[in-house]
C-alpha cells in the first residue's frame, strides 16, 4: 500500500524502465507524515487520518497504469507475477513488523493483553484484520485505549484484499471490452477499451459511495474498516489511470491544478475530526485534491528532484515503513519506558520511526525485492515462500494465547475456591470489617479473568444484552423458574445494569425468585431525547424502540413484583427541561403507578484509569490502581432522581469501593473492575449480602413467600 508502487529502475522483474513521479512520492510524503503526527498528537491534527485514504488513491491510479499496460503490451496480465511482485515487495516488511510485535507483546505489555494482540497479529498476518475489528465495532478513534500494537494492519488488509481482487477485475472488463473491438482499428480499439474500463471502475465507485455513505450512519464503528466502503477510492485512482492515455498531458497551466488538490487535501486533515463521517460523502474533498494532484503531474515523471524537495521525497521513499513501525513504537513505548506518553516521548518516537524505517527500507524492503533466489525463478516460488512466512507468524501468534489459557484455569480455580470461602475479608465484605492487605490482590495474575468471563453476563456466559443497534428486546431469566418462584424481580438498564446480574443471581437461587433481564448497551429505556453522550443517531433510535416496549411490556407484566434498574447515567445527557433526572422520574413514575416497586442501583465509580486490568496487571504497590475519592465521586443523575421519590428505593454500594481518601480497585483481594469501569463478576456475586440485606428492607420482599 504505502511502498513506492512506480517500478524502479533496479527492479529486474519488469522491462519497462518508468521514472519516479516525484507528485507522488510527496503525496505519500505528505499522507504518512499525517497519519503519524495525528497518532502522536490526534488533537493537533484532528484530520490525518485521512492519509490513508490518500494512500488508496495513489494505490488504485499506480496498480491500474500497471495493469492496463501490462494489457496494452501483452494482451493479459500475468497473475502469478503480479502477485509475487506485490509479496516480495510488501510481506517481508510486515511481518517483520507482525513479529516484531508479538515478541513486544510477551516481553512489555500485560498478560491482559496478550490473548487480544496475538488475535489482531493472525488477522493481521493473514489480511483480514479490517475485518475483524468491523466484526468488533471497534472504534478507531479510541483505539490507542486498546493497546494493540497492530490496529494499524487493517489498511494493510484493506489493500491486500484490493490486490487480490482488482486485476481480475480491470482483466475481466478488459476482456469483455476486446471481444467486441476486435474489428476497430488498433488506436481505437485502445481508446474504447481505456473509455470503457474508466465507466465501468467509475460506477464502481459511486456503488462503494453510496455504501460508505449508508455504512456510516447505520455502522459508525464497524464501517471505518469495511472494505465495500473503501473500494470508491480505489475506484477514483483506478478511474484517473483509465482516462490517463486518452486525454494529453497537462502543460504548466495544467499543472496549477495540482495546487488546489494541495490545499484541499491540507484543509481536510486540518479541519476533519471523529465526527466527519469517514469513508463517507465528506471524504470526497481528500480524494479530489489528491486525484487533482496526480492528474497534473502525469508528465512529471523522471524529472529531477528539487533540493528543497529531497528530504520529502525520502520520507515518501521510506513511507511503507514509516507506517509499518510508527504504532508500534508509540504503543509499546509508554510500556517500556514505564510512564505516560509525554510531548519530548513523542518526538522521539518519530525520530525513531524515520531511523527505524530508513533501516527496515535498506535491508529488509529492497533486498527482498531483489532478492536473486526468488527473482530468477517462477513466480510460484515467492508465493510459496510468502505463504509460509505468513503461516510461521501466524502459528507462532496463535499458539501463544494457549500459554495464557493454562495460567487462566489455574486462577479460575483458585479465584473460585476464594469466593465460595466467603469469610468477613473476602471481596466486598472487608468493606466493613478490619482486613489487613484488604486491597492487596489475593491471587497472582487475577486480572488474567478478564480475558474469557464477561464482567456483566448472567450465569457466566449466557446473554440477554441487546447490542447498541439492535431495537429486539432479548430477556433472559435467571434464579428459579417463574412458576416456583415466590417474587418476580426485572433486571434493566444498559450494560451497567447488567453488573448487578451476579448478585441477584446468588439472591434469587437462595430466596425462590425469579429474574427476567433486559438489557441494551448505551441506552436507558427512559425515552424522549436521552442519550449516551458516545451514541450515533442510529443508537439514539434503536434505543428509544427497545425502551418503549421494554417499559411498557414491563409496566403491564401483571405478576411482576420489583423492577431494579441501573445505568451509568453520568455520561447520558438531555436538552430537556430537567434533563436526565427528569427522564428517568417520568419513566419510574409510570411504573410505580402500575403496581411496581422500583429499586434504583447507584452506579459504582469509575476511576479514570483506563483499562484496571492492565493497571492491575502492571502495579505492584499493595493497593494499586486508586483514585481520590474527591475526583471519582461526581454527580450521578441515577442517584439524584431516586432520592425522595415516589415508590423509588435507592441501593447506594459505593462505600463497599471508596473509603473518605481512595476509591480502590481491589477489595478483599478481589479486582472490583472487569474493564475500565464494568464490574468484575467475581467481586459482584460478593456484593450480594449487601444487595439482599438492602432489598430485605422492602415490603414486597421481606418475605421469601409466593404473592
Known amino acids: 500500500m504505502l511502498g513506492p508502487e512506480v517500478v524502479d529502475r533496479r527492479d529486474p522483474t519488469h522491462e519497462r524502465r518508468s521514472g519516479v513521479r516525484t507528485d507522488i512520492q510527496l503525496l505519500r510524503a505528505f499522507a504518512v507524515l499525517a497519519v503519524v503526527v495525528n497518532h502522536l498528537a490526534p488533537n493537533r491534527l484532528t484530520g490525518g487520518y485521512l492519509g490513508v485514504d490518500v494512500f488508496f488513491v495513489i494505490s488504485g491510479f499506480l496498480i491500474t497504469s500497471h495493469l492496463v499496460s501490462e494489457l496494452e503490451r501483452e494482451g493479459r496480465v500475468r497473475l502469478g507475477r503480479f502477485w509475487a511482485r506485490r509479496a516480495r ?265 524515520l531511523a527505524v524505517a530508513h533501516l527496515s527500507t535498506r535491508f529488509v524492503e529492497d533486498p527482498a525485492r531483489r532478492a536473486k533466489v526468488l527473482v530468477a525463478r517462477s513466480s510460484a516460488v ?32 483458585q479465584m473460585e475456591a476464594l469466593v465460595d470461602s466467603g469469610g468477613p475479608c473476602v471481596g466486598a465484605a472487608a468493606a466493613s470489617a478490619t482486613c489487613p492487605d484488604s486491597h492487596a490482590p ?85 425515552g424522549g431525547d436521552l442519550r449516551a453522550s458516545w451514541a450515533s443517531e442510529p443508537m439514539v433510535a434503536s434505543c428509544n424502540e427497545w425502551g418503549d416496549v421494554v417499559g411498557t411490556a414491563l409496566a403491564d407484566d401483571p405478576d411482576l413484583d420489583v423492577i431494579v434498574m441501573s445505568g451509568i447515567s453520568r455520561d447520558y445527557a438531555s436538552d430537556a427541561a430537567g434533563g436526565v433526572v427528569r427522564h428517568l422520574r417520568a419513566l419510574w413514575a409510570r411504573w410505580v403507578d402500575a403496581g411496581k416497586q422500583v429499586v434504583v442501583i447507584a452506579d459504582p465509580p469509575a476511576l479514570g484509569l483506563g483499562s484496571l486490568p492492565d493497571c492491575l496487571a502492571v502495579t505492584t504497590t499493595r493497593d494499586p490502581c486508586t483514585a481520590p475519592t474527591q475526583d471519582v465521586l461526581t454527580p450521578d443523575p441515577l442517584v439524584k432522581a431516586a432520592r425522595g421519590q415516589r415508590g423509588v428505593t435507592l441501593v447506594d454500594l459505593t462505600d463497599v469501593m ?22 468484575l463478576q467475581y467481586f459482584a456475586r460478593t456484593l450480594a449480602p449487601l444487595v439482599a440485606e438492602r432489598l430485605a428492607t422492602m415490603p414486597g420482599l421481606r418475605d421469601g413467600q409466593g404473592r
Not at 514 to 520: A, D, I, R, S
Request: proline fraction near 7%.
Open 89 to 353: 515487495r510488501l510481506l517481508p516488511a510486515s511481518l517483520l513488523v507482525l513479529a516484531a510485535c508479538a515478541a513486544a507483546t510477551v516481553v512489555w505489555l500485560p498478560q491482559t493483553r496478550w490473548t487480544q494482540v496475538m488475535d489482531e497479529i493472525l488477522a493481521s498476518a493473514l489480511y483480514f484484520q479490517n475485518w475483524e475489528l468491523a466484526a468488533s465495532a471497534q472504534d478507531y478513534f479510541t483505539s490507542a485505549q486498546t493497546a494493540s500494537p497492530v490496529t494499524h494492519f487493517w489498511s494493510l488488509s484493506v489493500e491486500e484484499q484490493f490486490y487480490l481482487v482488482w486485476p481480475l477485475l480491470v482483466f475481466g472488463i478488459w476482456w469483455l471490452v476486446s471481444r467486441r473491438t476486435r474489428t476497430a482499428s488498433l488506436g481505437a480499439s485502445r481508446h474504447v477499451r481505456r473509455r470503457t474500463l474508466a465507466i465501468v471502475l467509475a460506477a464502481l465507485g459511486v456503488a462503494s459511495l453510496c455504501f460508505a455513505a449508508w455504512s456510516v450512519g447505520a455502522h459508525p464503528d464497524a464501517a471505518y474498516f469495511m472494505t465495500p466502503g473503501r473500494v470508491w477510492e480505489f475506484a477514483a485512482g483506478g478511474t484517473l489511470a483509465a482516462l490517463a492515455a486518452t486525454a494529453p498531458a497537462p502543460g504548466r497551466r495544467g499543472r496549477l491544478l495540482a495546487v488546489p488538490g494541495w490545499i484541499v487535501m491540507a484543509g481536510s486533515v486540518w479541519l476533519f475530526g471523529e465526527d466527519s463521517g469517514v469513508p463517507g460523502p465528506l471524504t470526497l474533498l481528500p480524494v479530489a485534491g489528491c486525484a487533482l494532484v496526480i492528474w497534473s503531474g502525469r508528465a512529471s515523471a523522471g524529472e529531477a528532484v528539487p533540493s528543497a524537495l529531497r528530504a520529502p521525497v525520502w520520507i515518501g521513499d521510506i513511507s511503507y515503513s514509516v507506517y509499518l513501525w510508527h504504532w508500534p513504537l508509540i504503543v509499546f513505548a509508554p510500556y517500556a519506558l514505564q510512564r505516560p506518553m509525554t510531548p519530548a516521548m513523542a518526538v522521539g518516537i518519530f525520530a525513531a520511526t
Open 382 to 413: 515467492s508465493l510459496v515462500a510468502a505463504g509460509v512466512a505468513m503461516a510461521a507468524v501466524a502459528g507462532a501468534a496463535a499458539y501463544v494465547p494457549t500459554t495464557i489459557a493454562k495460567d487462566l484455569a489455574t486462577v479460575q480455580e
Open 442 to 526: 489475593a491471587i497472582a495474575n487475577a486480572s488474567l479473568l478478564t480475558i474469557v468471563n464477561s464482567p456483566y453476563y448472567p450465569a457466566w456466559g449466557a446473554t440477554c444484552q441487546v447490542e447498541p443497534e439492535d431495537p429486539e428486546p432479548a430477556p433472559c431469566q435467571f434464579g428459579v423458574p417463574p412458576e416456583d418462584a415466590g417474587h418476580r424481580l426485572a433486571l434493566v438498564g444498559d450494560s451497567h445494569a447488567g453488573h448487578w446480574a451476579a448478585p441477584l443471581d446468588v439472591i434469587a437461587r437462595e430466596r425462590g425468585w425469579n429474574v427476567t433481564m433486559q438489557v441494551k448497551s448505551s441506552c436507558l429505556p427512559a
Open 658 to 679: 471508596c473509603d473518605r481518601r481512595r476509591c480502590h480497585a481491589v477489595v478483599g483481594g478481589i479486582p472490583v473492575y472487569g474493564d475500565q469501569n464494568h464490574l
